[in-house]
């Protein structure tokens, strides 16, 4: 099954907030044919040390539990 645009911005926009409120923001970029999710991170999450544990702990974790056919969460450029 593959995933919609809207409906990944709709879970994306709620922890949008998160990042915002620590002066960063992020976008989506893509979704893969292999429900990989791209987004592009901006501001002072784009060379946060914590980006990392912020993509997997808080954005993918979420996104998966809200859109069980995520398959991972990607930063790009």
């Known amino acids: 099954m593959s995933l919609s645009v809207e409906e990944v911005k709709k879970e994306l926009e709620k922890l949008r907030p998160f990042l915002i409120a620590d002066g960063g923001d992020m976008e989506l970029v893509e979704i893969t044919e292999q429900n ?19 993509l ?22």
């Open 56 to 77: 997997r702990a808080g954005i993918e974790r979420s996104l998966m539990a809200a859109l069980p056919e995520v398959k991972r969460v990607e930063a790009v450029e």
């Open 36 to 54: 990989i999710v791209r987004v592009r991170v901006k501001g002072n999450c784009f060379r946060c040390p914590l980006l990392p544990m912020t």
